[in-house]
């Protein structure tokens, strides 16, 4: 009987909510409040402030809180939760498999973390081809459960009415011309795109149409550098480039690429900022290394129990009939 009353005790414990100094003990902690000296949240007026100033734009794509959080601390203007997550996130082969329910998971997440930059989503394939109304639909699903400010669309001159009624509704809208990777099947691969003239002119055509249906910004992918600074001169919203050269408004980069952690192909415009790969893999052989010659973890990292509750939980368990070995070490 006494052993079913001193366990009903210890669920009843339990139960009890932790104490704040408690918390501290615990391996994943609530983290702490977010810093109050925040900076001043980005807006498309501030975007448009920074290219009629010259000032180049950041984007950096996110897909979870932690990289939103670094989006946050360090200076990047956009936040881009993109496709590409179907890649380096979820081992799909290609964007064009990610659906909208991933994607509003990744988005909420990322929303949590990046709150100063101006927070995209990327449409995924198949939730704004269907119909205007389909579109518009997903889109305020992006906006509402995902916690994205705008969407960006892969999409030129036949996507124009859907921006249009984006917009109308209040829901900004990112193009996004050049290399389509949704469309990478019909392109017969991650191709440049634009490097004949008739090719180059359709580009443009499709910027241009995306800005007067009430596109905010574009994006200009894997184009020749002449044509990314031409269609940047030709429009009147923010470019932000991705393999299309200097004199685009921006530039952007997925997460992988600028930390080094994708495996998979390395395009020609991609710069690696850090070898955060190399420095996971050190970590996690390390890691299984110190397991399995059992230097992790030490007295350092281990809890003490004080030498004269160790006796008497021995009496205690010997009273409740169980075996133990009380030659086991006490460590203060």
Same mark, same amino acid.
């Given at each position: 009987?006494?052993?079913?009353?001193?366990l009903?005790?210890?669920?009843?414990?339990?139960?009890?909510?932790?104490?704040a100094?408690?918390?501290?003990?615990?391996?994943?902690?609530?983290e702490?409040?977010?810093?109050?000296?925040?900076?001043?949240?980005?807006?498309?007026?501030?975007?448009?402030?920074?290219?009629?100033?010259?000032v180049?734009?950041?984007?950096?794509?996110?897909?979870d809180?932690?990289?939103?959080?670094a989006?946050?601390?360090h200076?990047?203007?956009i936040?881009?939760?993109?496709?590409s997550l179907?890649?380096?996130c979820?081992?799909?082969d290609?964007?064009?498999?990610?659906?909208?329910?991933?994607?509003?998971?990744?988005?909420?997440?990322?929303?949590?973390?990046?709150?100063?930059?101006?927070?995209?989503?990327?449409?995924p394939?198949?939730?704004y081809?269907?119909?205007?109304?389909?579109a518009v639909?997903n889109?305020? $699903?992006m906006?509402?459960?995902?916690?994205? *400010?705008?969407?960006?669309?892969?999409? %030129?001159?036949?996507? !124009?009415?859907?921006? =249009?009624?984006?917009?109308a509704?209040g829901?900004?809208?990112?193009?996004?011309?050049?290399l389509m990777?949704?469309?990478?099947?019909?392109?017969?691969?991650?191709?440049v795109?634009?490097?004949t003239?008739?090719?180059?002119?359709?580009?443009?055509?499709?910027a241009?149409?995306?800005?007067?249906?009430g596109?905010?910004?574009?994006?200009?992918?894997?184009?020749?550098?002449?044509?990314?600074s031409?269609?940047?001169?030709?429009?009147?919203?923010?470019?932000?480039?991705?393999?299309a050269?200097?004199?685009?408004?921006?530039?952007?980069?997925v997460?992988?690429?600028v930390m080094?952690?994708?495996?998979?192909?390395?395009?020609?415009?991609? $710069?690696?900022?850090?070898?955060v790969?190399? *420095?996971?893999?050190?970590?996690?052989? %390390?890691?299984?290394? !110190?397991?399995?010659? =059992?230097?992790?973890?030490?007295?350092?990292e281990?809890?003490a129990?004080?030498e004269?509750?160790?006796?008497?939980?021995?009496?205690?368990?010997?009273?409740?009939?169980?075996?133990?070995?009380?030659?086991?070490?006490?460590?203060g």
């Amino acid at each position: 009987m006494s052993s079913i009353l001193a366990l009903a005790r210890s669920r009843v414990l339990f139960l009890r909510p932790l104490k704040a100094d408690t918390r501290r003990w615990m391996s994943v902690r609530p983290e702490e409040a977010a810093n109050p000296s925040r900076r001043k949240k980005v807006t498309i007026q501030h975007l448009q402030q920074m290219r009629r100033a010259g000032v180049p734009i950041t984007m950096l794509t996110a897909y979870d809180y932690p990289t939103g959080r670094a989006c946050e601390a360090h200076g990047v203007d956009i936040t881009l939760v993109g496709d590409s997550l179907a890649q380096v996130c979820l081992g799909y082969d290609s964007t064009t498999r990610l659906t909208l329910d991933e994607m509003i998971h990744h988005c909420r997440a990322v929303s949590r973390g990046s709150k100063s930059p101006l927070l995209v989503g990327d449409m995924p394939f198949g939730s704004y081809h269907a119909s205007i109304d389909d579109a518009v639909r997903n889109a305020i $699903r992006m906006v509402r459960e995902g916690g994205v *400010e705008a969407v960006k669309m892969e999409a %030129s001159w036949e996507g !124009a009415e859907t921006v =249009r009624k984006l917009s109308a509704i209040g829901i900004p809208v990112m193009g996004h011309v050049g290399l389509m990777p949704q469309r990478h099947t019909f392109f017969s691969g991650y191709r440049v795109q634009g490097k004949t003239a008739d090719c180059a002119l359709e580009i443009v055509q499709g910027a241009l149409a995306l800005q007067e249906a009430g596109a905010f910004a574009i994006v200009l992918e894997a184009i020749p550098r002449l044509l990314g600074s031409y269609i940047t001169k030709q429009l009147d919203i923010p470019t932000i480039g991705i393999g299309a050269g200097a004199q685009t408004d921006g530039q952007v980069l997925v997460w992988d690429d600028v930390m080094s952690t994708w495996g998979g192909h390395k395009a020609k415009f991609v $710069r690696q900022f850090g070898n955060v790969k190399g *420095e996971v893999e050190t970590a996690v052989k %390390s890691f299984s290394h !110190a397991i399995r010659d =059992r230097s992790f973890p030490n007295d350092s990292e281990s809890y003490a129990m004080p030498e004269e509750e160790w006796m008497k939980f021995l009496e205690l368990a010997e009273k409740e009939g169980l075996r133990g070995d009380a030659s086991v070490p006490v460590r203060g």
